[in-house]
C-alpha cells in the first residue's frame, strides 16, 4: 500500500510575530513509523518546499498563506497512491487544510484520505461534517492507529474495530474507543527527516533563538496538568512518558553528524517533570561534548533549581521559557494551572544568574479576567524584569478546541464556530486581537497586552541599559539573541518576503 503524508501550507499574516518555520515533528514521526510498518511512504511538505513563497488569503485582512500553492502540492502527489494523510496540527489552519483536501479528493476521486493532529482530534465530527470530502479522523498520537487502519484497509478489514479511529458511515458519526497511550516512546523510530526538504529549514530563526542550524526535538509526550485552557487533554492525556536520556542524547549526536546542526529546540509540552532525568540528561550531553546548544521552548519551574540551572548552562542550554500565564491567586485556581509564582520567581533567579536567557509568558483575557488580575501579572513580570529576565509574552487568550475553556464558551453561546474564527486564532497579530473576556472589548484587550509588554521591558531596559543598546545591534544584524530581537528579526525578514512576493507577482 502506498500512502502520501502532507503537511499543508500556514495561514499567517504580514504582522505577525510567532513562531511559523517549524519542521514538522509529529507527522515526520508518523512517517517514519508507517516506512517501519512496510508501508511505501512518500511526503509532500508545503511550507519546506519553499518557505518564501506566499500566497494571499482574501478571507483574513492582511492574510497570506505561506508554501507552495494548493495546486503544486497536489501535483506532488504520487499518480499511484493508494492513501492520502493530512496533519492539520493548529485550527487556524483549518480552512486551508479543507481547501487542500477538497483539491485532493478533485485529484485522486478514489483514493482513502485521512487527516490527523490536534484539530482534528479536537474536533472530528466536525472536520468530517464540514469536509466530506475526508474518509477517517486519526485521534491523538497517529503511529499505531494510522499503521492498524491501514493494515485493516489492505486486508479488507472493517475500520470501526481500529481503536482511535472516527469517520461517518450512511451519514452517521463513528467513532471508535480511544486507543491506550504509548508509554514506550524509545520503540518509536526517530523522525524521517530524510523524506523532508530539512536543508531549507536550518537556517531560519524558529520557536527558539538564532544560535546557527536548528532543528526540533522532543524528549517526552502528555502533560499530568489539567489547564483548562489547554488542549493537551484530549490529544495526548494526563499520562507523561518520557524517553530514556539516552536515546534523546543519541538523536542530537546523529541530527549534528546528519544534518551538522548547531542547536535544538525542545517542543515537549512539560519538558522537565522529573528531576532526575534533566540531571542525567545534562550529564550526558556535558560527557558527550557535542557542541550543540539546546533551549526549552516552554518549562514549569518546580524542577529547576540552582543545581539544574547551573548544570543546564554547562550542559549547552541557553535559554528557558517559563508559563506562568497569570499573576493572579483567582485566575490560576481557574484555570487550574498549578504553579507557586514565588518558587519560579526564584528559579527564574537562578537561571539568570546561571547564565541562562529567560522569558516568561502571560495569558490577558481569560474570559472572567478582571483589570486586578491583569495588574497581577504586570506586577510579577515586572518583578521578573528587575530580578533579570529577558523577554515577555503577553498574549490574549485564544480559545483552543479541545480545552475546557472552548467548550465552556461554545456552551454558553460567546463563540461561532465557522472560518472567520478559525482564522481569528492567528493571535501572534496584535491588530486580529478577538476577545471572549466579559470584561474587556477587543480594543481595550490588544492595550492591555502591549502595555504589559512595554512595562516589563521600561523595567528591564532601566535596570539593564545596555540590553536596549543590544537589542539595536541584533536587529541590525538580523540576530536574534532574545525573544524581542528574534521576532523583530522574524517580522522583518518576513515582510520583505512578502514585499519580494508581490514584486514578483506583480
Not at 516512546?185 to 524521517?192: D, F, G, K, N, T
Not at 491567586?329 to 541562562?356: C, N
Not at 480559545?399 to 475546557?404: E, I, L, Q, W
Request: proline share 5%; glycine share 8%.
Amino acid at each position: 500500500m502506498k500512502i502520501c503524508l502532507i503537511r499543508p501550507g500556514l495561514v499567517t499574516t504580514a504582522g505577525a510575530i510567532g513562531i511559523e518555520i517549524i519542521l514538522p515533528l509529529g507527522i515526520a514521526y508518523l512517517a517514519a513509523h508507517l516506512r517501519q510498518e512496510g508501508f511505501e511512504v512518500s511526503f509532500v511538505d508545503a511550507v519546506g518546499e519553499d518557505i518564501d513563497a506566499f500566497s494571499p488569503l482574501p478571507d483574513l485582512p492582511d492574510g497570506v498563506q505561506r508554501g507552495i500553492p494548493d495546486e503544486e502540492t497536489v501535483a506532488r502527489i504520487p499518480a499511484d497512491v493508494d492513501v492520502i494523510g493530512v496533519s492539520c496540527m493548529f485550527s487556524v489552519g483549518w480552512v486551508i487544510s479543507r481547501r487542500l483536501i477538497q483539491a485532493v479528493r478533485r485529484r485522486f476521486p478514489d483514493a482513502v484520505l485521512i487527516i490527523g493532529g490536534e484539530h482534528a482530534t479536537a474536533m472530528p465530527e466536525y472536520c468530517l461534517r464540514d469536509t466530506p470530502e475526508l474518509d477517517f479522523v486519526v485521534l491523538g498520537e497517529g503511529e499505531h492507529t494510522t499503521a492498524e487502519l491501514l493494515h485493516t484497509l489492505e486486508r479488507g478489514g472493517d475500520p470501526e474495530t481500529v481503536t482511535g479511529v472516527a469517520f461517518l458511515r450512511d451519514g452517521e458519526y463513528r467513532v471508535a474507543p480511544p486507543r491506550a497511550r504509548e508509554r514506550e516512546l524509545v520503540s518509536l523510530p526517530w523522525p524521517a527527516w530524510d523524506m523532508l526538504p530539512v536543508e531549507n529549514y536550518l537556517n531560519n530563526v524558529t520557536a527558539g533563538l538564532e544560535y546557527g542550524r536548528t532543528m526540533p526535538i522532543i524528549a517526552s509526550r502528555g502533560c499530568p496538568y489539567e489547564c483548562t485552557f489547554c488542549s493537551n487533554p484530549v490529544m495526548w492525556g494526563k499520562l507523561w512518558r518520557a524517553r530514556p536520556a539516552e536515546d534523546v542524547v543519541a538523536e542530537i549526536e546523529h541530527n549534528a553528524r546528519t544534518y551538522n546542526i548547531t542547536n535544538v529546540d525542545f517542543f515537549d509540552l512539560t519538558t522537565i517533570v522529573k528531576r532526575s532525568w534533566i540531571i542525567e540528561f545534562c550529564n550526558m550531553m556535558i560527557e558527550r561534548r557535542l557542541g550543540v546548544t539546546w533551549q526549552l521552548i516552554t518549562t514549569r519551574s518546580e524542577m529547576i533549581d540552582e543545581e539544574v540551572t547551573r548544570l543546564m548552562k554547562q550542559a549547552g542550554c541557553t535559554y528557558v521559557t517559563y508559563a506562568a500565564e497569570s499573576g493572579s491567586t483567582q485566575v490560576l485556581t481557574d484555570i487550574k494551572k498549578k504553579v507557586d509564582r514565588e518558587a519560579m520567581l526564584r528559579s527564574i533567579g537562578f537561571s539568570v544568574d546561571s547564565g541562562l536567557g529567560v522569558k516568561m509568558n502571560f495569558v490577558c483575557g481569560f474570559p472572567d479576567d478582571s483589570l486586578s488580575d491583569i495588574l497581577a501579572s504586570y506586577k510579577m513580570a515586572a518583578r521578573a524584569a528587575w530580578r533579570g529576565a529577558h523577554d515577555v509574552g503577553f498574549f490574549p487568550f485564544t480559545p483552543y478546541p479541545g480545552s475546557a475553556l472552548f467548550q465552556r464558551l461554545l456552551d454558553e453561546g460567546k463563540i461561532t464556530i465557522n472560518d472567520q474564527f478559525f482564522f481569528g486564532l492567528a493571535s501572534y497579530n496584535f491588530s486580529q486581537i478577538r476577545s471572549v473576556a466579559r470584561n474587556f472589548s477587543d480594543r481595550q484587550l490588544q492595550f492591555l497586552c502591549l502595555t504589559g509588554i512595554a512595562l516589563f521591558y521600561l523595567v528591564s531596559f532601566g535596570r539593564r541599559p545596555v540590553r536596549a543598546w543590544d537589542l539595536l545591534l541584533e536587529i541590525l544584524r538580523s540576530e536574534g539573541k532574545t525573544k524581542l530581537s528574534a521576532a523583530l528579526v522574524r517580522m522583518i525578514k518576513k515582510r520583505r518576503g512578502l514585499k519580494q512576493a508581490a514584486t514578483a507577482g506583480a
